[in-house]
C-alpha cells in the first residue's frame, strides 16, 4: 500500500488506472481480497474519488457486506456529488440493510427510472409500512404503494395512503376515483361522495360513482339529476324501489 501511495504521488493519473486495471484483474482471478485492498489505499490517496469508493463499495456489497459498503461510500466529503450509480448503490445498500426511509428518500432523489429499485422498495414498504418511508415517496408511488397493499390484503393501509395523497392535494383523478371505489366497496358512500367533490375529479368514473353513493345515502332526487344516461338512470330506479316508503 505504501509503495502505491509513494508512486501515486508521482503520477496520480497514471496509478489510478493502474489501480483501477488491476482491481478488474483481481476480480476476474477471483481476489477480491486483492482488489479490495488496492482500492483502499488509492481511497487513502484521494478520498474524493467518486469511482473508486463506488467499485470498493460494489466488491464489498458483492460479498455481502453491506454496512462496510456503505462506509466505503459515506467516506466521500458531502460536497462531492453523486452521480445515479452511486444513488442507486446507495438505495440497494439501504434495502439490504432495512433502512427503508434513507432508501426512499435517495431513489426520490434519483431520475426514477429504474423500476426494478422501485419495486422492490415498495414490496418492502407494503410487507412493513414506514410512514417516515412513505412520506419520502413521490407521489405517484405511494400511490402505486397503495395497490401493493391492496393486494397484499392491507386495505386499511392503502386508504391511508390515498387520504394522504387527497390531504396533499395530489391532482390526480385516477386516485380520487380509486379511493372513492374502496370507500364504496366498504358501504362508505358518505367519504366516497366528499372525496369525488373535493377539487373537482374529472373522471368517466366520476358522475357513476356519485351517483352510486347518493343512491346509497338516499338521496334520491339529487343522484336522478345527475343520471344522464340509461344506465345510471337504472341505479336510479334500482334506489327508488330498494328506498323506504
Not at 467518486?50 to 466521500?76: F, N, P, W
Not at 435517495?106 to 414498504?125: F, H, I, N
Amino acid at each position: 500500500a505504501m509503495a502505491l501511495l509513494v508512486t501515486a504521488c508521482r503520477s496520480p493519473a497514471r496509478e489510478r488506472a493502474r489501480v483501477l486495471a488491476r482491481t478488474d484483474q483481481a476480480l476476474a482471478a477471483g481476489a477480491p481480497d486483492r482488489a479490495e485492498a488496492g482500492l483502499r489505499a488509492m481511497l487513502r490517496y484521494d478520498p474524493r474519488d467518486r469511482e473508486v469508493a463506488l467499485r470498493l463499495a460494489q466488491i464489498l456489497l458483492a460479498q455481502g457486506r453491506a454496512s462496510e459498503a456503505s462506509d466505503a461510500l459515506q467516506t466521500l466529503p458531502e460536497d462531492v456529488p453523486l452521480d445515479p450509480d452511486m444513488q442507486r448503490l446507495h438505495v440497494r445498500l439501504s434495502l439490504q440493510m432495512g433502512r427503508l426511509p434513507q432508501a426512499a428518500r435517495t431513489l426520490a432523489a434519483t431520475d426514477g427510472t429504474d423500476d426494478e429499485l422501485k419495486q422492490e422498495l415498495l414490496r418492502r414498504l407494503s410487507a412493513t409500512p414506514d410512514r417516515t418511508a412513505v412520506a419520502a415517496l413521490r407521489p405517484a408511488w405511494r400511490r402505486e404503494l397503495a395497490e401493493h397493499m391492496l393486494q397484499d390484503g392491507s386495505r386499511g393501509n392503502a386508504l391511508e395512503i390515498y387520504e394522504g395523497l387527497r390531504i396533499t392535494g395530489f391532482a390526480d383523478p385516477e386516485a380520487h376515483v380509486r379511493m372513492a371505489e374502496l370507500y364504496l366497496e366498504d358501504d362508505r358512500p358518505e367519504e366516497a361522495r366528499r372525496v369525488l367533490q373535493a377539487g373537482g375529479v374529472d373522471h368517466p368514473k366520476r358522475r357513476p360513482l356519485e351517483v352510486e353513493s347518493l343512491v346509497r345515502l338516499g338521496q334520491i332526487a339529487e343522484a336522478a339529476g345527475l343520471a344522464t344516461d340509461p344506465g345510471l338512470r337504472g341505479a336510479v330506479l334500482k334506489g327508488l324501489a330498494l328506498a323506504p316508503l
